[in-house]
């Protein structure tokens, strides 16, 4: 497994990282949870990413519990803060310091953890100060619960306003986290310079698409049975944007590549996202062990530019680069 900085910061963060939205609680029981953290560990992710509103805070509590027991030097465990979790009380939402200050407290009791190595805000809250976001997130670096901040999600303008009040606090913010996949590429035109001009690294969320990237899916065909496309409890909605005959049938062309490369098709997708500099790790999903060590195999592989471009060929028609498709509720 190959480290990198995230942004300008001096942590060093797997290129592969952990994330469990979508299962953890919810998609699978806990027994293959486990079993997904423990393929992580072994394959070197060092990196867990997670948030309270998965599954309701019950996957904060299901990480905690697969992650008991290791050397707390030796990981950089992630959380976010913004959407309703609880039973939905006026506060139980966004990014106003009571919101921000219980969440992270209840957060570190269901991670079994002293502090968190970074705290995002999960999306841009326009219904709050932005000063009164930042202070509660510099007031929790200070009580050292977090060691740095980020955010997700947030746009080119949003991550501006951010860094500018983080140099006041002087409050280490280093990081955002977006959708980013050969499919959807909307953070190169903004937000990627701003944030390489501003110190942030992104730590990428979906780069197989959902699946798509995968090659599983066939135009004309139904879903897989058990694939995501078929889970009515979130999976499936997710995913439905990619399910056209034109993305699918395009996303077939990829497999003569990955073959020449030597990769399965989401190591192809996973190594991708990484050839952006900026880009500090990519989020893998599992539901099973062998797909973690799948993805994980695509960290420290180079793609030659005669692949990327013939990447690009492929997908040229289907790609989505409009970064004003970078928006928050």
Request: proline share 5%; hydrophobic share 40%.
């Amino acid at each position: 497994m190959e480290h990198r900085r995230l942004g300008r910061s001096g942590l060093n963060v797997s290129e592969i990282s952990y994330g469990n939205w979508l299962t953890h609680g919810s998609q699978v029981e806990e027994d293959a949870a486990q079993a997904c953290v423990r393929a992580a560990l072994d394959a070197g992710i060092t990196t867990f990413d997670t948030a309270d509103v998965y599954a309701n805070t019950k996957a904060e509590s299901v990480l905690g519990r697969a992650l008991k027991g290791q050397r707390r030097e030796g990981l950089e465990i992630f959380t976010k803060v913004f959407w309703p979790t609880g039973p939905g009380g006026p506060n139980d939402k966004g990014l106003g310091r009571k919101h921000v200050m219980e969440s992270a407290h209840a957060s570190l009791q269901r991670l079994g953890t002293d502090y968190l190595d970074l705290y995002q805000a999960h999306r841009f809250d326009r219904s709050t100060p932005l000063e009164e976001t930042m202070l509660a997130f510099a007031d929790l670096v200070r009580q050292g619960k977090v060691l740095y901040i980020g955010v997700s999600e947030w746009t080119a303008d949003q991550i501006t306003r951010g860094a500018a009040l983080a140099r006041e606090l002087n409050v280490p913010f280093i990081s955002n986290q977006p959708q980013y996949s050969m499919l959807w590429r909307v953070i190169e035109k903004q937000v990627v310079p701003t944030s390489e001009r501003e110190g942030l690294g992104q730590v990428v969320w979906s780069p197989i698409a959902q699946g798509v990237l995968t090659g599983k899916y066939a135009p004309g065909a139904e879903p897989p049975a058990g694939s995501r496309a078929t889970d009515e409890t979130g999976g499936k909605n997710m995913i439905s944007r990619w399910l056209r005959d034109d993305v699918l049938t395009a996303v077939q062309q990829l497999k003569p590549l990955a073959e020449q490369a030597g990769l399965s098709m989401a190591q192809l997708a996973v190594a991708w996202v990484l050839q952006n500099s900026n880009v500090a790790s990519a989020i893998i999903g599992a539901s099973r062990p062998e797909q973690v060590v799948d993805n994980a195999a695509a960290a420290g592989r180079k793609l030659d530019a005669d692949l990327l471009k013939a990447i690009d060929g492929v997908l040229a028609d289907v790609v989505v680069t409009d970064p004003s498709l970078t928006v928050s509720p």
